[in-house]
């Protein structure tokens, strides 16, 4: 199966802070790579899809990017209903998850 | 308005079984895969297994291969996870998820809100 290592593991950053989360695939994914935000309690959401195409409905302050093997999910001004633990996700083969990022408030 | 409710959760003894089953409304139940994803407590995202719109296509996650079978009632606009032969590590939340085709990838758009399943004597 595919790795999923998301850094950094936590996370800390105050409201309006730039914030960028980094996924690395143990082998090229082309671009089959998800973003999901979970708070607790809730089912995860989906933010980001195929890389970099933001979900219906999500705030435009959340953006994907990269290819091949490594991936960032950037909030450009963090909001304090933000702090959630974020997780990436591939579809290229056999469906795996990142091991998640917990972003708290400094 | 998309809806995925859970159901068929439970305390258990390791080595019985259990029937989970995902109630859909709100969208074309047969155009989509489903799937089953687990969350053990205070752990990350785990996929469990999925299955195609027309139950042609079935995958499971390797911890569960052999034990936990899939199925799906379009009819009913229902997904089912027969779980057997349960242990310990099976204790989580179990998350029936709506998979939406990209290319060759997928995404789940839609999420219910979880069945928890404990394994314990």
């Known amino acids: 199966d595919i790795q999923m290592t998301q850094s950094p593991s936590s996370l800390s950053a105050s409201v309006g802070d730039r914030v960028t989360i980094t996924c690395r695939a143990s082998q090229s994914i082309s671009s089959y790579l998800n973003w999901y935000q979970q708070k607790p309690g809730k089912a995860p959401k989906l933010l980001i899809y195929?890389?970099?195409s933001l979900q219906s409905g999500v705030p435009s302050r959340f953006s994907g990017s990269g290819s091949g093997t490594d991936f960032t999910l950037t909030i450009s001004s963090l909001q304090p209903e933000d702090f959630a633990t974020y997780y990436c996700?591939?579809?290229?083969?056999?469906?795996?998850f990142g091991q998640g990022t917990r972003l708290e408030i400094k | 308005e998309v809806q995925l409710v859970e159901s068929g959760g439970g305390l258990v003894q390791p080595g019985r079984s259990l029937r989970l089953s995902c109630a859909a409304s709100g969208f074309t139940f047969d155009d989509y895969a489903m799937h089953w994803v687990r969350q053990a407590p205070g752990k990350g995202l785990e996929w469990v297994s999925g299955i195609s719109w027309n139950s042609g296509s079935i995958g499971y996650a390797d911890s569960v291969k052999g034990r936990f079978t899939i199925s799906r009632d379009n009819a009913k606009n229902s997904l089912y996870l027969q779980m057997n032969s349960l242990r310990a590590e099976d204790t989580a939340l179990y998350y029936c998820?709506?998979?939406?085709?990209?290319?060759?990838?997928?995404?789940?758009?839609?999420w219910g809100q979880g069945t928890l399943v404990t394994v314990s004597s």
């Open positions: 998820a709506k998979g939406t085709l990209y290319g060759s990838g997928s995404y789940y758009d839609y």
């Open positions: 996700q591939q579809s290229y083969s056999t469906i795996t």
């Open positions: 195929a890389a970099s």
